[in-house]
């Protein structure tokens, strides 16, 4: 069983302008993420826009990751986006015979209406029997369509089953983080944080990496920050102040903005997005000097970092 911790980024989808996935793009993103060191790629998530692809453009996009990457770090996938139990089968056994080294399922389909633990372990229960028992699993509290965090019950459950090796936490609350590194002790679960505000104290409370939406932007710097920064505390602390800072830039049209990003360093070609179809440099004002600044901050940092 591979371990899962470290930067893993949430893997951004590219699009052709006529709504066809640009799996050249995704080559070279895939060839940009693992040129920036990062420990995991988590394929097939929301930033993939998952709820915007078909059953068959899910597997192949997992099945061209795991293809690339060649086993050179893990490949982590979900996919998972429906309520409903047979198709919630469907999805996650067809994603887990895709090759990737672990399957994450998504806390809100768990209990889709929100209706608290029985729910939960009632339909948990069902796809823990329905699927290979010999697939690593991880636990996704994905904002969307709601953001369904986990009980202490249901976590700990969880953890002691022995299936669950790694929990994107978007708790985005140091306290909850904290508790759930002490719960999951002596257990294959691992907890990642993906709130940038909270980065650093997370790594040193014991969360096992990040994997938030600005791996998508510098994860070449969060690299640092879990490997290296408990070496240099005080640089740590000030590299934390700018990636926080950089990660308030998500609530301005992220994926797009990301892509167009990405369009400006040559990963893609087209900022097309399915689940995003507004002119965000045009909606939200000064978006453009923020990413030009970003790249900036960047730059300097990586410098910083390398001295």
Same mark, same amino acid.
């Given at each position: 069983?591979? #371990?899962?911790?470290? *930067?893993?980024?949430?893997?951004?989808?590219?699009?052709?302008?006529?709504? =066809?996935?640009?799996?050249?793009?995704?080559?070279?993103?895939?060839?940009?993420?693992?040129? =920036?060191?990062?420990?995991?790629?988590?394929?097939?998530?929301?930033?993939?826009?998952? #709820?915007?692809?078909?059953? =068959?453009?899910?597997?192949?996009?997992?099945?061209? $990751?795991?293809?690339?990457?060649?086993?050179?770090?893990?490949?982590?996938?979900?996919?998972?986006?429906?309520?409903?139990?047979?198709?919630?089968?469907?999805? &996650?056994?067809?994603?887990?015979?895709?090759?990737?080294?672990?399957?994450?399922?998504?806390?809100?389909?768990?209990?889709?209406?929100?209706?608290?633990?029985?729910?939960?372990?009632?339909?948990?229960?069902?796809?823990?029997?329905? &699927?290979?028992?010999?697939?690593?699993?991880?636990?996704?509290?994905?904002?969307?369509?709601?953001?369904?965090?986990?009980?202490?019950?249901?976590?700990?459950?969880?953890?002691?089953?022995?299936?669950?090796?790694?929990?994107?936490?978007?708790?985005?609350?140091?306290?909850?983080?904290?508790?759930? $590194?002490?719960?999951?002790?002596?257990?294959?679960?691992? *907890? *990642?944080?993906?709130?940038?505000?909270?980065?650093?104290?997370?790594?040193?409370?014991?969360?096992?990496?990040?994997?938030?939406?600005?791996?998508?932007?510098?994860?070449?710097?969060?690299?640092?920050?879990?490997?290296?920064?408990?070496?240099?505390?005080?640089?740590?602390?000030?590299?934390?102040?700018?990636?926080?800072?950089?990660?308030?830039?998500?609530?301005?049209?992220?994926?797009?903005?990301?892509?167009?990003?990405?369009?400006?360093?040559?990963?893609?070609?087209?900022?097309?997005?399915?689940?995003?179809?507004?002119?965000?440099?045009?909606?939200?004002?000064?978006?453009?000097?923020?990413?030009?600044?970003?790249? =900036?901050?960047?730059?300097?940092? #990586?410098?910083?970092?390398?001295?």
């Amino acid at each position: 069983m591979k #371990q899962i911790e470290g *930067i893993v980024p949430v893997m951004l989808t590219p699009f052709t302008d006529d709504n =066809q996935i640009d799996y050249p793009g995704l080559g070279r993103l895939i060839d940009w993420y693992l040129h =920036q060191g990062v420990d995991a790629l988590f394929a097939v998530c929301q930033s993939s826009e998952m #709820q915007f692809l078909s059953l =068959q453009e899910r597997v192949e996009l997992a099945q061209f $990751v795991v293809k690339k990457v060649a086993g050179r770090v893990p490949v982590i996938a979900s996919g998972h986006i429906s309520d409903a139990i047979d198709l919630q089968i469907e999805e &996650l056994t067809a994603m887990a015979n895709s090759g990737i080294d672990a399957l994450v399922l998504v806390t809100n389909h768990l209990d889709a209406k929100n209706e608290g633990s029985e729910v939960f372990f009632n339909t948990l229960n069902q796809l823990l029997n329905a &699927l290979p028992s010999s697939m690593p699993l991880g636990l996704y509290e994905c904002p969307a369509p709601y953001r369904r965090l986990l009980s202490d019950e249901e976590f700990s459950f969880c953890a002691n089953s022995g299936r669950f090796v790694v929990l994107k936490d978007v708790s985005c609350d140091l306290p909850t983080v904290v508790k759930r $590194v002490r719960l999951a002790e002596g257990t294959p679960l691992n *907890i *990642i944080n993906a709130n940038a505000a909270i980065a650093w104290p997370a790594i040193q409370a014991g969360s096992k990496g990040f994997s938030g939406v600005f791996t998508n932007f510098h994860p070449e710097l969060y690299h640092w920050l879990y490997h290296h920064g408990a070496e240099q505390p005080e640089l740590a602390n000030e590299l934390s102040l700018f990636l926080s800072l950089g990660a308030v830039t998500e609530t301005l049209g992220y994926p797009k903005n990301a892509k167009i990003y990405h369009q400006r360093l040559g990963t893609f070609n087209s900022e097309f997005c399915r689940v995003n179809k507004d002119n965000v440099l045009e909606k939200f004002w000064g978006l453009g000097v923020l990413l030009d600044q970003i790249h =900036q901050g960047t730059a300097l940092w #990586q410098k910083k970092i390398a001295g």
